[in-house]
């Protein structure tokens, strides 16, 4: 069974720019959550999105926005990039919401604003 | 607000002994906890968790401790060797959820040959 995949991989930006992330959850997988890794903060939630509805939503500002697709794959957008947004950006599949369920982590997306 | 906190950024140990991770949380809702270890390129793999009603897992050279008065978990890797090098995460959460999940930061364990 594939894993979760994130594309792409690696991409710079600059300031003031926005962009588009996506990933793939592992086929059967109906929950997607988006954390923002940085040095010194772990991992931190930025949204989990469940049968194209968004269940939960950390605490970010609103430049951040997310969306999942009917076949669950999903998109995450950061809009006025700012030097802070610089990260690798993770999301994980798992099963469904309810109970304490497994998250499968794709390698992420390392996001470079300049 | 760190809920969860490893106050170690890095640990190195020679193959062979034990490794000790640490992590501390704050919130006494916690009660599920687990450990992820990532490689760099890759994403955080599950490595082993704990519920609040065990004090102590135990999955092959992997062992999880829970004091919930301390509020403080440990993982311990034994015998440790090369491969096991890499950041590991401590996550604690309550109910379900993926925002009732919350990371630490890491510690970087390097196991010399």
């Known amino acids: 069974k594939a894993g979760v995949t994130q594309t792409p991989r690696y991409l710079i930006k600059t300031r003031g720019q926005q962009v588009t992330l996506s990933c793939s959850p592992i086929?059967?997988?109906?929950?997607v959550s988006w954390y923002q890794q940085t040095p010194g903060q772990g991992l931190q939630f930025l949204f989990e999105?469940?049968?194209?509805?968004?269940?939960n939503k950390g605490n970010f500002p609103g430049r951040f926005s997310g969306r999942q697709f009917s076949n669950s794959r999903s998109e995450m957008n950061v809009s006025t990039l700012e030097l802070g947004d610089s990260a690798l950006y993770l999301c994980a599949s798992s099963l469904g919401p309810q109970g304490q369920y497994e998250q499968y982590f794709g390698p992420g997306t390392r996001l470079t604003v300049t | 607000d760190q809920q969860v906190k490893q106050n170690s950024p890095s640990l190195s140990v020679q193959e062979g002994r034990i490794s000790i991770l640490n992590c501390d949380y704050t919130n006494s809702m916690f009660d599920y906890f687990l450990w992820y270890k990532k490689y760099p390129a890759e994403g955080p793999t599950f490595l082993i968790s704990i519920s609040s009603i065990k004090d102590k897992n135990e999955d092959g050279r992997f062992t999880v401790f829970l004091n919930k008065s301390a509020k403080h978990l440990s993982l311990h890797i034994v015998p440790s060797q090369p491969g096991d090098s890499a950041v590991y995460f401590c996550?604690?959460?309550w109910g379900t959820g993926a925002n009732n999940l919350f990371f630490g930061t890491g510690t970087r364990l390097t196991v010399i040959p």
């Open positions: 996550a604690a959460s």
């Open positions: 999105y469940f049968s194209e509805t968004q269940r």
């Open positions: 086929s059967g997988h109906r929950s």
